[in-house]
């Protein structure tokens, strides 16, 4: 199994441009997440997924969007980027809720310029 | 009131030292709690669960005092490759599902 994907690595956007960060997994799980994490500071989730057509906002899901059409993949859209969305983003994915570990994919650094 | 606080660090200490992270969460109905690690540059990964009663993995042990809302792991014998950010993790009630909260973590820097 390959785990939690995530494309691409690294990015540099220019203030308005707009991305999409991809992530799939391949364990079957209902639950995927998206955090980014600042330099200093937690993992903040912004948008959470309990199954395919299904997705509900974290706690900083300004600026962002996300579909689920199937169980695999949950990307992550950048609408208009700003600085203020350089980060780390890191998508992950549980068999369960709260409950359950969390697997993580390998991150995508973004600077925003 | 942060949900989960942590002692950001650095704690620096000899390789064979054994070193303690505490915990704090605000919200007295979590029911999960772990610790992850998460090396420089990458993404954190499960270390281990803590369960009411205490657990221990090899050199690992964690505890949660529930009345006090607190958690604790202690590493002994420390090893260079000990060096990473732990973090505290607890679930959050309410909403379409539980979440996690994660702390800022706590730095561990295992001197040679």
């Known amino acids: 199994n390959a785990g939690v994907t995530q494309t691409p690595k690294f990015r540099i956007l220019k203030i308005g441009q707009s991305m999409t960060l991809q992530c799939a997994q391949d364990?079957?799980?209902?639950?995927m997440y998206w955090y980014r994490q600042d330099p200093g500071m937690g993992l903040k989730l912004i948008y959470y997924?309990?199954?395919?057509?299904?997705?509900d906002k974290g706690e900083v899901p300004n600026g962002y969007n996300v579909s689920r059409s199937t169980t695999e993949d949950f990307p992550l859209r950048l609408e208009l980027a700003a600085p203020s969305q350089t980060s780390v983003y890191f998508c992950?994915?549980?068999?369960?809720?709260?409950?359950?570990?969390?697997?993580f994919g390998p991150g995508t650094r973004l600077l925003v310029l | 009131r942060k949900e989960v606080e942590q002692d950001p660090g650095p704690f620096n200490v000899p390789e064979g030292a054994t070193v303690a992270f505490n915990c704090t969460y605000s919200?007295?109905?979590?029911?999960?709690f772990f610790w992850y690690r998460q090396d420089c540059r990458k993404e954190p990964k499960l270390l281990m669960s803590?369960?009411?009663s205490g657990n221990e993995d090899g050199r690992f042990t964690a505890q949660l005092n529930r009345a006090s809302q607190y958690i604790s792991l202690l590493i002994r014998d420390s090893k260079l490759s000990d060096s990473a950010t732990y973090l505290c993790?607890?679930?959050?009630?309410?909403?379409?599902?539980?979440?996690?909260?994660f702390g800022t973590g706590t730095l561990l820097a295992v001197q040679p």
């Open positions: 992950a994915s549980s068999d369960m809720g709260g409950e359950e570990t969390q697997y």
């Open positions: 364990m079957n799980h209902n639950y």
């Open positions: 997924s309990v199954g395919a057509g299904i997705t």
């Open positions: 919200n007295s109905a979590s029911q999960s």
């Open positions: 803590v369960y009411s």
């Open positions: 993790v607890v679930n959050s009630l309410g909403g379409a599902t539980n979440k996690l909260i």
